[in-house]
Nanobody, 122 residues
Framework: QVQLVESGGGLVQAGGSLRLSCAAS????????MGWFRQAPGKEREFVAA????????DYADSVKGRFTISRDNAKNTAYLEMNSLKPEDTAVYYC???????????????WGQGTQVTVSS
C-alpha cells in the first residue's frame, strides 16, 4: 500500500506557473503508475495527466496538452505536475493517484492523495 501527499498548490494569476508535488510513502513507488486528476466546484473529477512506472510514457488531457508536464523521480518517491500558462478554468482541487500493474493513463486508480487547491485569478 502507498500513501500519497500533495503539495504546491496556491493562488496564481492567469499566465503564471505552479509545480505540484506528490510524495509517496513505501518502497514500491517505482512499480506504480501515477496520475493527476482535478475537480472544480460543481463539476466531476477529471483526468489531467498520467505517467507510467518508469517515466518513459506520459498522457495528457487535451485541455492541458502543451501547458502541463508530468514527471517522476523514483529515487525520491515523488511525482510532479508542472503547470504553465495557467488559466482561470484550471482552478480546481488537484489530486494525485497511484496504481500498481501494467495499466496506466486515464484508468481507475487504487490510491489517492488528499488534494491540493489551485486557484487561478483572471
Amino acid at each position: 500500500q502507498v500513501q500519497l501527499v500533495e503539495s504546491g498548490g496556491g493562488l496564481v494569476q492567469a499566465g503564471g506557473s505552479l509545480r505540484l508535488s506528490c510524495a509517496a510513502s513505501g518502497r514500491t513507488f517505482s512499480s506504480y503508475a501515477m496520475g493527476w486528476f482535478r475537480q472544480a466546484p460543481g463539476k466531476e473529477r477529471e483526468f489531467v495527466a498520467a505517467i507510467n512506472w518508469s517515466g518513459v510514457s506520459t498522457d495528457y488531457a487535451d485541455s492541458v496538452k502543451g501547458r502541463f508536464t508530468i514527471s517522476r523521480d523514483n529515487a525520491k518517491n515523488t511525482a510532479y505536475l508542472e503547470m504553465n500558462s495557467l488559466k482561470p478554468e484550471d482552478t480546481a482541487v488537484y489530486y494525485c493517484a497511484g496504481r500498481r500493474g501494467v495499466s496506466w493513463g486515464n484508468v481507475p486508480y487504487n490510491y489517492w492523495g488528499q488534494g491540493t487547491q489551485v486557484t487561478v485569478s483572471s
